[in-house]
């Protein structure tokens, strides 16, 4: 992957054009780093719940959404935090220690409400540092080139992240069942990514509300005509977004997967989200973000049909993993792109941080719901029931994220 690096003109007065902000790698840098350490958890979460801990598909599918949708607690915090102060590194900083942290603890979480807390205390700080690290971006990226500067974040975001699951294979293939090695190793890359962020990332000042608008204009802004009808798309869309893990145990259910081999499923996804981060970016740019967006549940549609068939094999697996990884390069990235040109500068973090607990909670929904379906009916059927509410929430969101781009 080819990227020009540029920083901030000598004068401070914005980016220049058509180029990726040395800011921006750098934060790619630091999330590298952690989604290495995050997911190399997160590959083994689902096994490691139901297997060795013992969960049900009930109790599990309630921790997916804890995991999903609990961040969604402090993302307005954080970015109205970062706003108010106009200085939002140190306040991802706090939520990228936190996260840090909860790495570690895990080695002590034995029973449900342990390993409940420390999940919960990761997607706390997931969602305090989410919006200060965007509005940062947006911050440093050329207006025009938001879509681009996201996507290559998000690329160096996932080869972290497919990382991840190839360090959690390795040690799993050393030692099976050597679930504490891979939690001590994930702290270990996690307090490098704090490091990173601390030392090298400059602290770039964003435009602070004055003391007497500063919550109300936020407010206003964040449930205003402009940002109303995409929060409500993201979040009808959000509510039919099944979690990763529950279509990668679907897989393995039907394939009989080794659970040695679970941790690669998500390197496919990974890799094929790497792949596409950037040139998804650069389409949403072109062609226009919020029919990016729509498109790429149109891709995650095609994963519910497939992981619902009676039969499958590498082929179909495969496939899976690519039309998933499509769904993220085209939806992570290009969602706080869109949004964030809705939104005054001085709330962009705030802006980004609404869209982004929209979503978390709708998943969070989803998963408890998905959760209980599979429980009852069986994977197969809780799929194709929310193939066939995502085909409408599809048309729904199409409809109502017409002309949002112009609306700025």
């Known amino acids: ?4 690096i540029r920083d901030r003109p000598a004068d401070g007065i914005g ?40 969960l049900s598909p009930v109790a599990y599918g309630f921790l997916d959404g804890v995991y999903q949708g609990v961040s969604a607690f402090l993302r307005i915090a954080g970015g109205y935090a970062g706003d108010r102060g106009g200085q939002p590194k140190w306040v991802a900083v706090v939520g990228y220690g936190a996260s840090a942290i909860s790495r570690i603890a895990m080695l002590a979480a034995t029973g449900f409400a342990a390993i409940t807390a420390v999940v919960t205390a990761d997607r706390l700080g997931k969602g305090l540092r989410t919006a200060p690290r965007d509005a940062l971006i947006a911050e ?61 990332v400059p602290n770039l000042r964003t435009t602070a509300p004055s003391a007497r608008t500063g919550l109300r204009r936020v407010l206003r802004e964040v449930g205003g005509r402009r940002l109303r009808r995409p ?11 099944v979690g990763d893990g529950f279509l990668y145990l ?27 981060a950037v040139p998804m970016g650069r389409l949403a740019d072109r062609f226009g973000r919020a029919r990016v967006l729509v498109a790429g549940h149109g891709a995650l549609l095609a994963c519910y049909l497939l992981g619902a068939l009676p039969s499958g094999g590498p082929g ?35 802006g980004i941080a609404a869209a982004q607990t929209v979503v978390v909670l709708a998943r969070f ?32 969101a199409a409809w109502m994220l017409r002309g949002a781009e112009a609306a700025r």
Do not use: C
């Open 365 to 396: 929904a989803s998963s408890l719901t998905f959760g209980v379906l599979w429980a009852v009916r069986g994977p197969a059927v809780s799929l194709l029931l929310f193939a066939a509410f995502l085909v409408v929430a599809i048309g729904v």
């Open 140 to 200: 440093a990226s050329d207006p025009a080139m938001l879509g681009r500067a996201f996507g290559v974040h998000r690329a160096l975001d996932t080869i972290g992240a497919a990382l991840g699951p190839l360090v959690a294979f390795a040690l799993l293939w050393s030692v099976p069942g050597s679930y504490d090695s891979i939690f001590v190793v994930s702290f270990a890359f996690a307090v490098v990514g704090v490091a990173v962020l601390v030392l090298f």
């Open 231 to 241: 929060l409500i798309a993201a979040g009808l869309l959000g509510l039919l977004t």
């Open 1 to 4: 992957m080819y990227v020009t």
């Open 15 to 54: 980016p220049t054009a058509g180029k990726v902000s040395a800011t921006v790698l750098l934060l790619g840098t630091v999330s590298l780093l952690t989604d290495v350490s995050s997911e190399m958890v997160a590959s083994v979460l689902p096994l490691y719940l139901t297997a060795a801990v013992g």
């Open 316 to 350: 179909l697996t495969l496939a899976v993993l690519l039309l998933l990884g499509v769904f993220y390069a085209a939806t992570d990235g290009v969602l706080p792109a869109l949004v964030s040109r809705l939104v005054p500068a001085e709330t962009r973090g705030s």
């Open 250 to 276: 679907a897989l393995q259910e039907r394939d009989d997967v080794a659970a040695v081999y679970f941790p690669l499923l998500y390197v496919g996804t990974n890799i094929a989200y790497l792949a596409l």
